[in-house]
């Protein structure tokens, strides 16, 4: 009997010491934070909202302009704060095709220029973004090696709020990369 109850012991103690890796492992995923760039459509009529994220933190925003019916473009970089409310989005450059009235033309060119477009440094910081994405703008979000064509995935006229956020492992889990979306929006 003496030879079972120490093979006893250590089970119990094996068997405790990982429970508790268990515990501190998932906590741990809990607690840690990664930064990230969330994209939120508002919900129609009573759904719930549709929420993506991407974690590169430069990418681009380009749409047909509704009066000039020219591509415009504006490129943003995600600045990392120690919380989502000390990050923020920097609009960097915007670049177009043809522009009138309301364009900036104060601002200095951008560094690199694009053939068939006109581009200006901008560096203006913003919380988030709040953009009305529809069929005829043909709105898309480009990162990285991936291109979201978001005027697909929502109805037209819909808002789409980007804004950079800091994502714990669940939040990562629970929620669908961008360019992971099918194109008819359904899950």
Known sequence: MTNK???????LTTGAAFIA?????????G??????VEVRVAGVEGADDTVCYFVEPDFQ???IHSVEKQWWEEQYQRIDGS????????????????FGAGTPSTEMLAPVQKPGYL?????????????VVSRLTKGEIDYGDH??????????????????KM????????????????SDGSR
């Not at 607690?31 to 990230?36: D, E, F, G, R």
């Open 5 to 11: 109850q120490p093979s006893n012991s250590l089970g």
């Open 21 to 29: 890796a268990l515990v501190f492992f998932t906590l741990w995923m």
């Open 31 to 36: 607690v840690i934070l990664q930064p990230v």
């Open 61 to 63: 925003l380009r749409w």
């Open 83 to 98: 919380s989502t409310e000390a990050a923020e989005l920097l609009l960097t450059t915007t670049y177009f095709e043809a």
């Open 119 to 131: 581009g200006y440094q901008i560096n203006e910081k913003l919380p988030n973004l709040n953009w």
């Open 147 to 164: 291109r979201v064509l978001i005027h697909q995935l929502v109805p037209d006229y819909s808002e789409v709020t980007i804004m950079p």
């Open 167 to 182: 994502y714990g492992f669940i939040d990562r889990f629970n929620k669908d990369f961008c360019h992971d979306i099918p």
